[in-house]
Nanobody, 124 residues
Framework: QVQLVESGGGLVQSGGSLRLSCVAS????????NEWYRQVPGRERELVAK???????TYADFVKGRFTISRDNAKNTVYLQMNSLKPDDTADYYC??????????????????WGQGTQITVSS
């Protein structure tokens, strides 16, 4: 079982910065992608940023130029550096990991794991 633990959320003023971390633990054979999503109550969860196994990054238009996703494979950690934060960025942020693990019998399993979420509030 792969578990993800997020940290780094909190309250910040408009224009400020935060860095989220997402640490993975468990048996991971291959990472296909790490993603950050966000969700505001009453709205759909939306993709913020993605980094594939080979390091290719993509961003939602509403964060391009402000947010940066990165990964430290040695620490099993993915980061989301958020700069120039706006009140509209206020949401619960979730990390996700798409990858392959193996059962005790050696059978590959494709999985997606989610973190528990961390809240970010940007004050105006």
């Amino acid at each position: 079982q792969v578990q993800l633990v997020e940290s780094g959320g909190g309250l910040v003023q408009s224009g400020g910065s935060l860095r989220l971390s997402c640490v993975a633990s468990g048996r991971i054979s291959r990472i296909n992608a790490n993603e950050w999503y966000r969700q505001v109550p009453g709205r759909e969860r939306e993709l913020v940023a993605k980094i594939t196994g080979d390091g290719t990054t993509t961003y939602a238009d509403f964060v391009k130029g402000r947010f940066t996703i990165s990964r430290d494979n040695a620490k099993n950690t993915v980061y989301l550096q958020m700069n120039s934060l706006k009140p509209d960025d206020t949401a619960d942020y979730y990390c996700a990991l798409d990858g392959i693990t193996y059962t005790d019998l050696g059978e590959p399993i494709v999985f997606r794991s989610w973190g528990q979420g961390t809240q970010i509030t940007v004050s105006s």
